[in-house]
T-cell receptor, first 114, second 111 residues
Framework: DGGITQSPKYLFRKEGQNVTLSCEQNLNHDAMYWYRQDPGQGLRLIYYSQIVNDFQKGDIAEGYSVSREKKESFPLTVTSAQKNPTAFYLC?????????????FGPGTRLTVL | GENVEQHPSTLSVQEGDSAVIKCTYSDSASNYFPWYKQELGKRPQLIIDIRSNVGEKKDQRIAVTLNKTAKHFSLHITETQPEDSAVYFCAAPYNTDKLIFGTGTRLQVFP
């Protein structure tokens, strides 16, 4: 399924804790993305990165942070500042610009705040 | 701002009937329009896409049409089968470097 993996599959967090979601790809893709999926709201972009050591905020970046130290890795940290973090998180990658290239998605991480 | 509207939010059809999902977009510079299918508990996967230099594209039972003047594009599924049951998302690019997704259509095909 495209060589992009996410871990863990399920994650539980107590309020006030930061948590990091892993995303790895072996497709040699330059661009990587993080989306949040809530029922009835489609996929909303959190952060994206087109090249190593560079990333941009998406539409709902508040309360999240990312890093892109390696081409194949794009971890997402959900901080305690995120008011409603319970959701399904999807990572994706593409060979180049989103305006021209298919995005390949990982299997997702379901985060639940207890 | 950028926006992609998708209708309907739910669609139920009898096996063998056709299904049509419509999307409208706001960025007139958009020129790539993918459709993704997400089965229950699984990741979204690209099923078909269209670029602005064509008005229609077909792949077996699936087709997509594009009207750039009206800024809308549609997914057509003919001879629906139970395995077509899923959530379908349209998307359009904004500022070349990101995709804006529609809110999804839950398609149910009844045998």
């Amino acid at each position: 399924d495209g060589g992009i993996t996410q871990s863990p599959k399920y994650l539980f967090r107590k309020e006030g804790q930061n948590v990091t979601l892993s995303c790895e790809q072996n497709l040699n893709h330059d661009a990587m993305y993080w989306y949040r999926q809530d029922p009835g709201q489609g996929l909303r972009l959190i952060y994206y990165s087109q090249i190593v050591n560079d990333f941009q905020k998406g539409d709902i970046a508040e309360g999240y942070s990312v890093s892109r130290e390696k081409k194949e890795s794009f971890p997402l940290t959900v901080t305690s500042a995120q008011k409603n973090p319970t959701a399904f998180y999807l990572c994706a990658s593409s060979l180049g610009l989103a305006s021209h290239n298919e995005q390949f998605f990982g299997p997702g991480t379901r985060l639940t705040v207890l | 701002g950028e926006n992609v509207e998708q209708h309907p939010s739910t669609l139920s059809v009898q096996e063998g009937d056709s299904a049509v999902i419509k999307c409208t977009y706001s960025d007139s510079a958009s020129n790539y329009f993918p459709w993704y299918k997400q089965e229950l508990g699984k990741r979204p996967q690209l099923i078909i896409d269209i670029r602005s230099n064509v008005g229609e594209k077909k792949d077996q039972r699936i087709a997509v049409t594009l009207n750039k003047t009206a800024k809308h594009f549609s997914l057509h599924i003919t001879e629906t089968q139970p395995e077509d049951s899923a959530v379908y998302f349209c998307a359009a690019p904004y500022n070349t470097d990101k995709l804006i997704f529609g809110t999804g259509t839950r398609l149910q095909v009844f045998p």
